[in-house]
T-cell receptor, first 112, second 113 residues
Framework: ELKVEQNPLFLSMQEGKNYTIYCNYS?????LYWYRQDPGKSLESLFV?????AVKQEGRLMASLDTKARLSTLHITAAVHDLSATYFC????????????FGKGTRLHILP | KAGVTQTPRYLIKTRGQQVTLSCSPI?????VSWYQQTPGQGLQFLFE???????NKGNFPGRFSGRQFSNSRSEMNVSTLELGDSALYLC????????????FGPGTRLTVL
């Protein structure tokens, strides 16, 4: 069964700290996406990772992809309250199985 | 540039009815994808359209269908509504299919009574 597992599912952290969200998946794929969702809102695309070793950064967020380990990470540097949201990873295997599989999401709460 | 728009924003239907949701992509975007979000199942991929053709369809029953018009606008239809179809339906557009960045609309909140 195809699985995309995020951990942790909930994270409460202090402003100024660093932390990493992990996204493990159980099938081969070289396409992985990260999204942000604020409460009651739609999704916002954060990163598109399209190859092994891909690393992308935007502000305090950095995402990476290791297709051999079937692992992606979303690293938060010096967290600020505005980053509080739910973060989803999604694995794209549309090219062979008509699917994009989402993780359950990581609810991030950053304390001021 | 105007963003992705979805109509209606909120909808209440009863079991057995059918519903049509509409999505207008960002101008110039040719790919439109649909997703369902529920508290129980989370986010699920419904289908993707590109150049008026359905390119991919997720694991949903045939009651869920869609189409894309020549101006890239898309509609999705759900027939014979069930209580479990209550969800937030999200539409996203991108320039091309595949790994392009997707831009999401605000969603349509469907409640089935």
């Amino acid at each position: 069964e195809l699985k995309v597992e995020q951990n942790p599912l909930f994270l409460s952290m202090q402003e100024g700290k660093n932390y990493t969200i992990y996204c493990n998946y159980s099938t081969t794929s070289d396409r992985l996406y990260w999204y942000r969702q604020d409460p009651g809102k739609s999704l916002e695309s954060l990163f598109v990772l399209l190859s092994n070793g891909a690393v992308k950064q935007e502000g305090r967020l950095m995402a990476s992809l290791d297709t051999k380990a079937r692992l992606s990470t979303l690293h938060i540097t010096a967290a600020v309250h505005d980053l509080s949201a739910t973060y989803f990873c999604a694995v794209d295997i549309r090219n062979r199985d008509d699917k994009i599989i989402f993780g359950k999401g990581t609810r991030l709460h950053i304390l001021p | 540039k105007a963003g992705v728009t979805q109509t209606p924003r909120y909808l209440i239907k009863t079991r057995g009815q059918q519903v049509t949701l509409s999505c207008s992509p960002i101008s110039g975007h040719r790919s439109v994808s649909w997703y369902q979000q529920t508290p129980g199942q989370g986010l699920q991929f419904l289908f993707e359209y590109f150049s008026e053709t359905q390119r991919n369809k997720g694991n949903f029953p045939g009651r869920f269908s869609g189409r894309q018009f020549s101006n890239s606008r898309s509609e999705m239809n759900v027939s014979t509504l069930e209580l479990g179809d209550s969800a937030l339906y999200l539409c996203a557009s991108s320039l091309n299919q595949g790994g392009d960045t997707q831009y999401f609309g605000p969603g349509t909140r469907l409640t089935v009574l």
